[in-house]
């Protein structure tokens, strides 16, 4: 299983977090692999070390997947959770009253973004 952090919007425009797992499935000798999951594009990201963005809306469905370094995201609720290299999201929240986002490291963070039709 691969856990993925989901940041969406409810009914009335409040963004949330929710974490979910997506199976795997044992291919032998190439490994574990998911379902396939179609895509619309892909993105490469590099963000400076002062990256620090008010409340915004994701401007697509998309996974975002940390390469190099950590970033905090706040919900419109005010609830708060760091991500480090390697973490996956889906960010879903495209209407609403969106989410904040903040470098946590002096450094460039480096992220791909994975645009879903």
Same mark, same amino acid.
């Not at 469905?61 to 390469?67: A, G, M, P, S």
């Not at 609830?79 to 609403?96: A, M, P, Q, W, Y």
């Given at each position: 299983?691969?856990? $993925?952090?989901? /940041?969406?919007? =409810?009914?009335? #425009? &409040?963004?949330? !977090?929710?974490? !979910? &797992? /997506?199976?795997?499935?044992? *291919? #032998?000798?190439?490994? !574990? @692999?998911? *379902?396939? &999951? +179609?895509?619309?594009? %892909?993105?490469?990201?590099? /963000?400076? +070390?002062?990256?620090?963005? =008010? !409340?915004? *809306?994701? +401007?697509?469905?998309?996974? %975002?997947?940390?390469?190099?370094?950590? /970033?905090? %995201?706040?919900?419109?609720?005010?609830?708060?959770?760091?991500?480090?290299?390697?973490? $996956?999201?889906?960010?879903?929240?495209?209407? #609403?009253?969106?989410?904040?986002?903040? *470098?946590?490291? +002096?450094? @460039?963070?480096?992220?791909?973004?994975?645009?879903? #039709?």
């Amino acid at each position: 299983m691969i856990t $993925i952090t989901r /940041v969406y919007s =409810d009914a009335n #425009g &409040e963004s949330h !977090f929710e974490d !979910f &797992e /997506v199976p795997l499935k044992n *291919n #032998g000798d190439i490994g !574990f @692999l998911s *379902n396939d &999951e +179609p895509v619309k594009s %892909i993105v490469f990201r590099e /963000v400076s +070390p002062s990256y620090d963005y =008010d !409340f915004h *809306n994701a +401007p697509d469905r998309q996974y %975002i997947v940390l390469l190099e370094g950590g /970033v905090e %995201i706040e919900t419109s609720l005010g609830e708060k959770r760091i991500f480090n290299t390697g973490s $996956i999201l889906l960010v879903e929240d495209t209407t #609403g009253k969106g989410h904040k986002t903040k *470098n946590i490291e +002096p450094k @460039l963070r480096k992220s791909i973004f994975i645009k879903l #039709g």
